[in-house]
């Protein structure tokens, strides 16, 4: 491991035992209430956050609200490890943590971070990209988590537990907004439906039309409108046997959409004599604050999905105890995108297709008790996924028509035990042995051939740790664990017979060293956990550009070997019973190790290092896609009577920082996301019983326009300048209005 992240470590390590940097109050009886344990089932089985061996990061519901976090995407703003990277549509979109993520537009390549929603884990990414509402917390397991939640967790696992039923009636209201013309509503219900059933069913809607105007067709765009109903059912017929049920509907549709941060003033649209940028977009200026499109073919992906859960726990005798978890998932995808981005009459290119998904997967577990000298979590696991997507691309030039399939069937068995062989040190192992087969079928209708094939892997993945208890409240752990994700072809357009021939891309496999320190002071009112690890990736799964018939197509490739290492701090402060504090903050040197034939960025030339026959690049020591060397977030919360009104004043704040960092795996110079800091605040009124607050916000204070992906059509304006940014939501700043009322 480096010197400068053992030293990095150290310094952490310095902190956490050094003296209070508070003072204790002279009456013990003022002092400030202990902050409230967090409970988490980051293995399987719900432990205090402080006791687990594991770099978690905790979002609750109320910090998801204080940090105006509504959608999944917005997750990254409390969690500085994690990047989440929109695109045009769900499918296309990527989680990463620690810098590695799996960004790949082929229908069978799985992610590098896994999601795991109430026990049930969702095989694609694009399920997950929903509202948060009625969410309760949310867990973010740093690091390879492939021997407890499998072949898609190589990099680590976001587990999302919605709120349960609770015995008494209750219901919930939220409506926001805001200034830029956003609507979000949520209900929620929840109560007895006899002696031994209960029940929560929750609905919303959201609205935003977006922030690009398309002065083309008069519309805006780069926006989404969703409407999601989650229910629970849960039933207890006698003590020792708990069934829940679960159902969850979405229905949604974005229009993401890039637009022009530079071009050429000499610039041809596919090279053609006169097709100026005057010509092809008039009324449209080139330039980092660009906030307009101009294309005859408005973007969009509308999307469904039904999903249902069935849940059934027992408890044996002595505290053992089974539980069966089955799923089953259904999701459809539409979508459309002007290919030539323009609203040239005589050149409109266009794409889209459709995507289907129908996934099952069939859990069952068994745990020890929790209080044995030896605690163990044993299971099986079953996923069958099944994929399709129709791709059409037209009709004047880079032509496309293509239809695939890919399905895949995975069994594993999998175990981890903790044994506690000394009073206040436990050793931790656990192994998996999972085999997967998956096949495919590309049908390519422009070209009139067609390709199909199988392959089978089998792969063993481990864990073992060693947790020391030096006191109550300060622990340090180590741990060194094996991560896996399974091979996949790359079913995208330009797959051919040299791609068929080849087989598949090839498993990616990870090697993680991890030492982390968790601590709690001043009664317990202070948390601050530091750790610090050490990751290689063989064969890393990525995807890089490759430009056909002057438009790009992505292709996945094994790149040789990567690595990220770093430090991550977090701290929880609660000064008062008033006044709190949160902040972390994640170093991150994440770097390709070797990766010697990658393909070259648009315009690269022999001196820029594009060389060779065909034209390859070497990429040793350059940094990973979309993963910031730093970044950090900090938060404030207060609240306070006022004076002789039965009221509450709160106020919040929250700062998110993010450091340099380049949208492209091939390292083209003109996406990268400058540094840039985002302050967001909010101050309400609210009854001391919390039955109903308002609450008004102001997001982006510091109006801080940033892009959340990036794009290089050097090959779309004849080998010109013509650089792309997708706005994020808050490009600009604006304010709303949130109302919630709980009784």
């Not at 940090?67 to 045009?88: K, Q």
């Not at 898609?152 to 907004?177: C, H, Q, R, V």
């Not at 094939?453 to 752990?477: I, K, N, P």
């Not at 609450?695 to 326009?705: A, H, P, S, W």
């Amino acid at each position: 491991m480096k010197n400068v992240s053992q030293r990095a470590f150290v310094a952490a390590c310095s902190v956490v035992v050094a003296p209070p940097l508070f003072a204790q109050p002279a009456d013990n009886s003022a002092a400030a209430p202990a902050l409230e344990e967090i409970l988490v089932t980051a293995q399987k089985r719900a432990e205090n956050v402080q006791d687990v061996p594991l770099a978690i990061a905790v979002v609750t519901s109320d910090q998801l609200q204080s940090a105006n976090v509504n959608g999944f995407a917005d997750m990254s703003r409390v969690s500085p490890s994690l990047n989440i990277r929109p695109s045009d549509q769900p499918v296309n979109a990527s989680v990463a943590i620690r810098g590695i993520g799996t960004f790949a537009f082929g229908i069978g390549v799985e992610p590098s971070v896994a999601v795991q929603i109430d026990d049930v884990p969702v095989a694609f990414q694009a399920r997950a990209f929903s509202d948060l509402t009625d969410v309760d917390r949310v867990e973010v397991l740093r690091g390879p988590q492939s021997t407890l939640y499998g072949k898609s967790a190589s990099a680590g696992l976001i587990n999302i537990t919605t709120k349960a039923p609770t015995d008494e009636f209750t219901s919930m209201i939220n409506l926001t907004a805001t200034t830029d013309e956003e609507f979000r509503g949520a209900a929620s219900l929840s109560g007895p439906l006899g002696e031994k059933l209960s029940y929560r069913v929750t609905g919303s809607h959201s609205d935003f039309k977006g922030n690009v105007d398309n002065i083309a067709t008069g519309r805006t765009v780069n926006g989404n409108r969703d409407n999601t109903v989650r229910g629970k059912l849960v039933w207890d017929p006698i003590d020792p046997l708990k069934v829940s049920l679960g159902l969850n509907y979405v229905n949604g549709e974005s229009s993401g959409v890039s637009t022009l941060s530079a071009i050429s003033p000499t610039a041809l649209l596919r090279g053609t004599a006169g097709l100026t940028p005057g010509v092809v977009l008039p009324g449209i200026v080139a330039n980092s604050d660009n906030l307009q499109i101009s294309h005859n073919t408005d973007p969009y992906a509308k999307s469904h999905g039904f999903g249902q859960s069935l849940k059934v726990e027992y408890d044996l005798p002595k505290d053992f105890s089974v539980a069966s978890i089955t799923s089953h998932d259904r999701y459809r995808l539409d979508d459309q995108l002007d290919v030539d981005r323009t609203a040239y009459a005589a050149l409109n290119n266009f794409q889209g297709g459709t995507f289907r998904a129908s996934v099952q997967t069939q859990e069952f577990r068994l745990l020890s008790p929790s209080n044995d000298v030896v605690q163990y979590t044993l299971g099986l696991y079953y996923g069958d996924n099944d994929l399709s997507r129709r791709f059409r691309r037209g009709p004047l030039f880079s032509l496309a028509n293509w239809y695939a399939t890919s399905g895949s069937k995975s069994k594993a068995i999998f175990g981890q035990a903790d044994w506690r062989f000394l009073p206040k040190t436990t050793a931790t192992g656990g192994v998996r042995f999972q085999d997967e087969d998956i096949e495919y079928t590309f049908r390519d209708i422009q070209n009139n051939a067609a390709f199909a094939g199988s392959a089978s892997d089998e792969a063993t993945t481990y864990r073992v740790g060693l947790r020391q208890e030096l006191t109550d409240d300060l622990m340090v752990f180590a741990s060194f664990a094996t991560g896996h994700k399974g091979q996949t072809y790359d079913l995208t357009t330009g797959f051919n017979a040299a791609r068929a021939a080849g087989g598949p891309v090839q498993p990616e496999t990870s090697k993680a060293y991890e030492i982390g320190v968790k601590s709690q002071f001043m009664e317990r009112r202070v948390t601050l956990n530091a750790n610090v690890f050490h990751v290689t990736y063989d064969n890393f799964q990525q995807q890089g550009i490759e430009t056909i018939g002057g438009v790009q197509n992505f292709r996945l490739t094994n790149v040789g070997t990567v690595k990220t290492e770093g430090v991550e701090l977090e701290a929880n402060v609660r000064a008062t019973d008033q006044l709190r504090f949160n902040g972390a903050a994640a170093y991150t040197d994440a770097l390709i190790d070797e990766f010697p034939a990658a393909n070259c960025y648009p315009g690269q030339s022999a001196a820029l290092g594009c060389i060779g026959t065909p034209a390859r690049q070497n990429l040793a020591g350059k940094r990973l896609p979309s993963a910031p060397k730093w970044k950090l977030n900090a938060g404030v919360d207060y609240d306070h009577s006022l004076g002789s009104l039965p009221y509450q004043g709160t106020f919040g704040a929250t700062y998110v920082y993010t450091s340099e960092q380049n949208f492209s795996l091939n390292q083209d110079p003109v996406t990268i996301q400058g540094a840039y800091g985002l302050l967001n605040l909010s101050a309400g009124i609210r009854q001391p019983d919390q039955h109903y607050q308002v609450t008004l916000f102001v997001d982006n204070v510091l109006d801080k326009g940033y892009s959340v992906n990036g794009g290089n059509q050097f090959g779309n304006f004849g080998s010109s300048l013509a650089t792309e940014q997708q706005p994020a939501r808050d490009f600009e700043r604006y304010g709303g209005i949130r109302f919630t009322m709980e009784f």
